[in-house]
């Protein structure tokens, strides 16, 4: 099975996200992982890049892309937004999509389609992998049962991120099993969580929020597992104005997978990025460790 | 084929001309309640050349680029991809977008690439609150996103400049449609 992977963290991963980019690094490392930086990495333009400049976008994907090249790894990419564009951009070149102009490629295409670009949730859900998850447990989470959400980039579309079931992505929900949680099964784990229009439509944005936190609470769950930063900050922080919304108070946590792969590893810093929520898991984490 | 579809398919490479309006792309569509246009219709609009009201439409902006509908189309029509398309023809034209604060964010997020080559959400967020006339929402969120050492206030950027202004500048001289 192979353990060194060049590793492309994107700016949200160092800023708004940064107990995923800290928390990631931190389990791949407890498990025999070997993750090498991208050198001068760029930004893969989001989702702002392809609504409105569609080449531009192309060219910075395409210059990570270049980057990881020249590693001869395959490149893991944590961020949801960042897999999406790179594993798209990968597509276009293959494909000959028409915002691609020649210029664009810093090294020839046959390199830039070489490059294999996956996701932690791809790394860590193979049945070997999957093994050493279960192997290093030492904390019992068995009272969280978690409603795992996938939102839109990790699955969709098909044709450039395949690496589960579009409708029905089982990978995290496995990983949340092997680490001796109760994965939770719901019907909002690839509705769209309104993305950057948190921000910029936020009424519109808390709309689908709301219906995801209130599924997730109706399935009986007691935390949500994500893998995206944007999906985490949109689902973590608003829950004041979901609330307002529902016209019902919800509360649930919200953690990357790897934070919850932390606690059941029982790593030092856990804590620390627990911290960093908005939403504050504490109240459920003491509960559910301190039982033991 | 319209021309406006055939524009469409320059920018995208989606050839909309085979939707025979099943209209599973709206069924799906997480945003459809707040769009004026449903994603079938725009579509209808496309290949009846009705320009204007395409490129005008609120649908452009509120579409979140989710690829629900990309993902279920029988006929492999990524609506997703025409959106960018859409959005980015409104752009190019100057026309005034149909839910400003969407298209000021968008700016505000590549001119914060522009100068770094990467995202510093304590530069972005200020910006685009100053640009998009809101300063009060948001406010207490920022601060405790602020304390919880989540926007850090040093930015890093990219060694390697002139490869970021390059991909700027294939747009703003790109070749085809001029931006």
Known sequence: MRKDYAYFPGCSLRGTGAEFGASLEAVFRHLGYTLEELPDWNCCGATSGHAIRPRTALALAIRNLAQAAATHKPLVVPCAACYHNLRAARLAVEGGDPALVAEALPIPAAGIAAVSVVHPLEVLSSKEALAEVRAKVVDKLAGFRVASYYGCLLSRPPKAVKFDDTENPTAMDRIVAAIGAQPVDWSWKVDCCGGNLSLSATEVAVDLIAKILAGAEEAGANAIAVACPLCHANLDTRQFEASRKLRRKVEIPVFYFTELMALAYDLPRAEKWLRKHITTPFPLVDAILEEE | MARFADEIKRISGVDVATCFQCRKCTSGCPLADH?????????????????????????????????????????????????????????????????????????????????????????????????????????????????????????????????????????????????
């Open chain 2, 35 to 179: 769009m004026d246009a449903a994603p079938a219709l725009m579509i209808r609009r496309i290949l009846y050349d009705r320009r204007e009201a395409a490129l005008s439409s609120k649908t452009i902006w509120l579409c979140a680029s989710c690829y629900t509908c990309s993902a279920r189309c029988p006929n492999d029509i990524d609506f997703a991809r025409v959106a960018d398309a859409l959005r980015t023809l409104a752009v190019r034209e100057g026309r005034k977008a149909a839910v400003p604060k969407i298209a000021v964010f968008h700016k505000a997020f590549l001119d914060d690439v522009r100068r770094r080559g990467r995202v510093h959400e304590a530069t972005l967020m200020p910006i685009f609150k100053l640009k998009s006339l809101d300063l009060t929402s948001d406010v207490e969120l920022g601060m405790a996103m602020f304390f919880k050492g989540k926007l850090p206030l040093i930015p890093h950027g990219v060694k390697d400049k002139k490869a970021v202004k390059k991909a700027f500048e294939l747009e703003d001289k790109g070749p085809g449609e001029k931006p």
